[in-house]
Each structure stands twice: as structure tokens, then as C-alpha cells.
């Protein structure tokens, strides 16, 4: 059982927008930044979105991330097929004093 | 160019021990935080533990679930990190991946290796 909460999956069709949610506590999300990786099929996970809402040099606009309160999204808007992939939030939990990933959200795309 | 390569995954049987190594190049390394994170097969990814640069006195945090089994080391003059694993069971069955950790607060792994894979089995 993963201390974040993602849902195991989602889909959409090519041009269509996407959200997947994350779920924590006032521990985890609630006051620190969440990070969102995408990892494709048998390669290693990349940055995705940073500080809650950041995007690393490289990434298209077409991801975005939010945050309210203890939970957060990432949502990807004009959906391509190299989209499909894991994606995984993340955050420093303060109780655990350590990282803690979300379970994954497994998406395709249609 | 940024490049991180772990080495040392292999079949070690449980309660044995195993190092792995990543070897990071194309940054100054003494400064950095560098983190490991597994993945068992077909499962999530789960954070290990860290070690801090000098500055901060090298100091390492790890996730509960190796604490005391696991200890993070590194050697600035081979811009090198390490993971000693002792007591291994077969949950520790996974790909472990070194990764660097940006100038943000938390979670910010901007730079991965390829990672490698530990088998726990008998």
C-alpha cells in the first residue's frame, strides 16, 4: 500500500485531455512539493514536473501539474500515442522523513 | 553530457549481501544529494534512502523498510555512490536505480541511471 493514492489506470484518445490524480496528508502533500515522473515501458523514470507546477527544460507544455490542499494532478492535454506510459507523484513524507512515490498510474492511450 | 551507470546487481541468495555502485559523470558531484530508488518487478517505485554532500555533513535518511539492513556510502574522489545491502530478502528483489537530486526540496530526481537488477532468491 503506497502512501500516495493514484489511480492504477487511465486512458484517452489522441488529442484528448487527461488528468491522474494523487491523494497524501498534511504530512506528505499537504506541505511539501509534489513531483511527477513518467517512466516509459523498460526504461528508467524521468522528471516530469517539479515543485508542484515546474516543468524541466525539455518537457512539452502539454503536461501540467497542480496542487490543493493534500492532493494533487498532473494533466497532459493533446494526448499523443509516446504518452502512454507509468506515471508516478512523489513527495517528501515529514513523518516518515523520506520519500514517498504514489502507486502508479498505468495510462493508454486509445 | 550527464551520465550515471550502476553496477553490481546479481543473484545472491537470502540473508547474503550484495554492493552496488553508480559512477556519475558530467557533473560536480561533491556538491550533489544522490538517492536510491528500486522498482521490484512489475511494481511501483519505492525510495531507498539518500546521502547528503559534505556540506551537510554526509549525512544519509533512509525508508523504513531497509533501515539497518542498507547502508548508503560514497567517494567524491571516484564522483561515485554505493549501496551495501546485507540481511537480503526476497522483497528486495528489484531494479535499483541511482539518481540525482536537484536544487528543489524533496523528491526532485532530475538524473537517473539505467538501473540494475538485484535477485533475491534461492
Known amino acids: 500500500q503506497s502512501v500516495l493514492t493514484q489511480p492504477p489506470s487511465a486512458s484517452g484518445t489522441p488529442g484528448q485531455r487527461v488528468t491522474i490524480s494523487c491523494s497524501g496528508s498534511?504530512?506528505?502533500?499537504?506541505?511539501?512539493?509534489v513531483y511527477w515522473y513518467q517512466q516509459l515501458p523498460g526504461t528508467a523514470p524521468k522528471l516530469l514536473i517539479y515543485r508542484n507546477n515546474q516543468r524541466p527544460s525539455g518537457v512539452p507544455d502539454r503536461f501540467s501539474g497542480s496542487k490543493s490542499g493534500t492532493s494533487a494532478s498532473l494533466a497532459i492535454s493533446g494526448l499523443r500515442s509516446e504518452d502512454e506510459a507509468d506515471y508516478y507523484c512523489a513527495a517528501w513524507d515529514d513523518s516518515l522523513s523520506g520519500g514517498v512515490f504514489g502507486g502508479g498510474t498505468k495510462l493508454t492511450v486509445l | 553530457e550527464v551520465q550515471l551507470v550502476e553496477s553490481g546487481g546479481d543473484l545472491v541468495q537470502p540473508g547474503g549481501s550484495l554492493r552496488l555502485s553508480c559512477a556519475v559523470s558530467?557533473?560536480?558531484?561533491?556538491?550533489?544529494?544522490m538517492n536510491w530508488v528500486r522498482q521490484a518487478p512489475g511494481k511501483g517505485l519505492e525510495w531507498v534512502g539518500r546521502t547528503k554532500n559534505k556540506a551537510n555533513s554526509y549525512t544519509t535518511e533512509y525508508a523504513a523498510s531497509v533501515k539497518g539492513r542498507f547502508t548508503i556510502s560514497r567517494d567524491d574522489s571516484k564522483n561515485s555512490v554505493y549501496l551495501q545491502m546485507n540481511s537480503l530478502e526476497t522483497e528486495d528483489t528489484a531494479v535499483y536505480y541511482c539518481a540525482t537530486e536537484g536544487s528543489s526540496p524533496g523528491p526532485d530526481f532530475d538524473h537517473w541511471g539505467q538501473g540494475t537488477l538485484v535477485t533475491v532468491s534461492s
Open positions: 558530467g557533473f560536480t558531484f561533491s556538491n550533489l544529494y
Open positions: 498534511s504530512s506528505n502533500i499537504g506541505n511539501n512539493y
